[in-house]
């Protein structure tokens, strides 16, 4: 069974650092783009950052650069968003995203062929 696991959320004050994993099983995503989404209830799940597997290219939404590093782990097969100088507005449930196919990048939600479940980021004032 092909599916992302994210993990690495939680409460943290605001200021303060968090790293989020995504992890996939049941098949490699050597040629995938991979991305991290949020979403807070009642709005859109909203980009956060990007990386293409096969380039190691990587972009960021305008809100987090700066603050926000995606990285990737091929021998683990794990994508990775460090969170710096956390901001209350960061209060999310965090997902991770597959692109549809190889060679897919992913910038939206549409462009998302397979999710992992969410973790929930919480930042407090």
């Known amino acids: 069974q092909v599916q992302l696991v994210e993990s690495g959320g939680g409460l943290v004050q605001a200021g303060g650092s968090l790293r989020l994993s995504c992890t996939a099983s049941?098949?490699?995503?050597?040629?995938?783009?991979l991305a991290w989404f949020r979403q807070v209830p009642g709005k859109e799940r909203e980009f956060v950052a990007t990386?293409?597997?096969?380039?190691?290219?990587?972009y960021k939404s305008d809100s987090v650069k700066g603050r926000f590093t995606i990285s990737r782990d091929n021998t683990k097969n794990t994508v990775y968003l460090q969170m710096t100088n956390l901001e209350p507005e960061d209060t999310a449930v965090y997902y991770c995203g597959a692109g549809r196919g190889p060679y897919s990048t992913v910038f939206s939600s549409e462009s998302v062929g397979l999710w992992g479940q969410g973790t929930q980021v919480t930042v407090s004032s």
């Open positions: 049941g098949r490699t995503f050597t040629f995938y783009a």
């Open positions: 990386i293409n597997w096969w380039s190691d290219a990587a």
